[in-house]
């Protein structure tokens, strides 16, 4: 077995613990948790189905960076999909857990030292990835992102910096964010933080 073999079966163990932990909030929240787990589960060799080599379908992990009061999110204007989305993406052979992957991504893409990131998950999304490589050569069974989403929460001085994974990166008033699919995430997120 390859190291990155043995960090893809660590992975992937965090991942089916962390998902088997985990309740979704709504019914579609708890079929897609089903369905990650499921896909897990029936990964086959050890470390699959969590690394972006697995087609058609593999695990992201995100992160949604809230302001210190909670009014602004964080998002970047993702280079390839051309789109304002959370931070995050592919997990890598050196992250230990989802959360780490979550954590990596968003101080990579978004420059902020001191994040507080909270390890347990507050979302899924599953979607389709038209410029995710490797493809499967079959456009019938495009890549798919089972994204596990997290929230963290900026320190007050925070300092932006543009990756060059992202064309901008702005805060946005939560109340205003420039795609709709994200409200429910937001709502997620803010109603987390205010517990914690």
Not at 2 to 22: C, F, K, M, P, Y
Not at 121 to 126: A, F, G, R, S
Not at 173 to 189: G, K, Q, R, S, Y
């Amino acid at each position: 077995m390859t190291v990155e073999t043995r960090a893809g079966a660590v992975l992937q163990q965090d991942a089916l613990a962390t998902l088997r932990a985990w309740t979704g909030v709504t019914p579609e929240q708890e079929r897609l948790r089903a369905r990650y787990v499921a896909h897990l589960e029936g990964a086959g060799a050890p470390g699959h189905g969590v690394l972006r080599d697995t087609v058609p379908d593999h695990l992201t992990a995100s992160t949604l960076v809230l302001s210190h009061d909670g009014a602004r999110a964080l998002l970047t204007l993702h280079a390839k999909a051309r789109r304002w989305f959370q931070l995050g993406g592919h997990l890598e052979p050196g992250d230990a857990t989802l959360a780490a992957a979550a954590a990596r991504e968003a101080r990579e893409e978004s420059g902020i030292a001191g994040l507080l990131l909270d390890p347990v998950p507050v979302h899924l999304d599953e979607h389709v990835v038209p410029f995710c490589r490797p493809g499967t050569g079959d456009p019938a069974r495009p890549v798919h992102h089972l994204d596990v989403r997290f929230v963290a929460v900026a320190p007050p001085d925070a300092e932006t910096a543009v990756s060059d994974e992202s064309l901008d990166l702005r805060w946005w008033p939560v109340d205003t964010l420039p795609d709709p699919e994200l409200a429910e995430l937001v709502l997620l997120a803010r109603a987390r933080t205010r517990g914690a």
